[in-house]
């Protein structure tokens, strides 16, 4: 891991092709739940973009939990954060089957960050 904790672009999942992959009901995505974040995981499939990471995530926060966009953009930092702090907690995964990650916000009111970080280091021991 790098020594600086920082997320690089090739962590992100983007492409929209993978997310619809990861979320699509064929696929079998394994799920966790730790209030107030749900993770969805599922091996990555297809072609893999050079220089990607093995896990590669995304974080959700849904309009219908949270309205107000400064909201939603603190909830989206705190997890990212959280995320982060705690990656290297995910057990060692094989780098010929890489993992696509999403963590979505299921509470209806903002979260403290303790709160948040104790959920993300409980999905990140199940991964």
């Known amino acids: 891991m790098d020594s600086r904790k920082t997320l690089k672009k090739s962590e992100k999942l983007c492409s929209q092709t993978a997310i619809d992959a990861l979320f699509s009901p064929a696929k079998a995505a394994k799920g966790a739940l730790a209030y107030p974040l749900r993770m969805v995981s599922a091996p990555r499939s297809g072609m893999r973009r050079p220089g990607a990471a093995t896990v590669q995530f995304l974080i959700s926060i849904p309009k219908k939990r949270l309205r107000k966009a400064v909201d ?8 990212r954060e959280a995320y982060r702090l705690n990656r290297d907690l995910i057990r060692e995964i094989n780098p010929e089957e890489p993992v696509d ?7 209806n009111s903002l979260t403290p960050y303790d709160r948040v ?4 280091k409980k999905l990140l021991a199940a991964l």
């Open 101 to 107: 990650v999403a963590f979505i916000y299921i509470a």
């Open 72 to 79: 939603r953009v603190q909830m989206r930092r705190r997890v």
């Open 117 to 120: 970080e104790r959920a993300m």
